[in-house]
């Protein structure tokens, strides 16, 4: 062999090494490990209904089920959430985003209670379940807090994601708000609203600003991962 087509063991064994490396990180770019599904097979609905299910079965059976029921919505509530906790910031603003895992998981944990009540195993329908997979749009329930119960009439939200602006399909009346005691500080009013953003109009795999518009000219905005939702 020439000098000029050989190679030093090292020297393969770098170039081999900087390939795998090369190779691996084109494969979680096009695989990240989380962000908004959207496009599922029927095969993975039916492990997001059974991830729904199985807990809720499980809690059911225990020995304290009301208390290990309501841990399991608990959880439930928190996975698809993003901003503030409402269980340590009742007032800070986040929303729900009800992704089509969202929904599928949803309707495992009534599988489960439907199945308790008739002593039998209960699934949802194929086609049923294909019309959830088929869902255009991500729903958006936003909750946050005002000064008085009608505060927040005639909202409105967008995604910003870098220089883009993503305006919602449609979007709901804001509910009046609701009067809650806070610690140390006068009374606050929570409302919620929901809106609809088409799935091909965003970036799941995107870090967001979720930011609502009120009639006056303010706004409030938080930060928002995609990436870690599902």
């Excluded at 997001?48 to 809720?56: E, F, K, Q, T, V």
């Excluded at 599928?104 to 699934?123: C, I, N, P, W, Y």
């Excluded at 946050?144 to 919602?168: H, L, N, R």
């Excluded at 606050?188 to 930011?211: H, L």
Aim: proline share 4%; glycine share 4%; hydrophobic share 40%.
């Amino acid at each position: 062999m020439s000098a000029r087509h050989a190679m030093s063991q090292p020297a393969l064994r770098y170039r081999l090494g900087l390939l795998v490396v090369v190779v691996a990180a084109a494969a979680l770019a096009a695989d990240p490990a989380g962000a908004i599904d959207v496009k599922l097979t029927m095969e993975e609905a039916k492990k997001s209904l059974a991830a729904g299910r199985d807990p809720m079965m499980k809690a059911s059976e225990a020995a304290k089920p009301d208390e290990e029921v309501k841990k399991v919505l608990q959880h439930a509530s928190l996975v698809t959430r993003v901003g503030a906790d409402p269980e340590k910031d009742p007032c800070g603003t986040s929303a729900i985003l009800r992704t089509k895992r969202f929904w599928l998981e949803s309707f495992g944990r009534k599988e489960a209670t439907e199945s308790k009540k008739q002593k039998s195993d209960v699934r949802m329908p194929d086609d049923k379940i294909q019309k959830y997979l088929d869902m255009p749009n991500l729903e958006v329930e936003v909750q946050f807090c005002g000064d008085d119960e009608y505060f927040a009439e005639g909202v409105k939200m967008a995604f910003q994601q870098g220089s883009k602006t993503i305006k919602p399909v449609d979007i709901s009346q804001a509910d009046r708000g609701r009067k809650i005691e806070m610690a140390n500080k006068a009374a606050a009013y929570r409302t919620r609203f929901t809106a609809r953003f088409a799935y091909d109009s965003f970036d799941p795999n995107a870090k967001t600003k979720v930011v609502v518009f009120f009639m006056d000219g303010k706004q409030i905005d938080f930060e928002a991962d995609f990436s870690k939702v599902k």
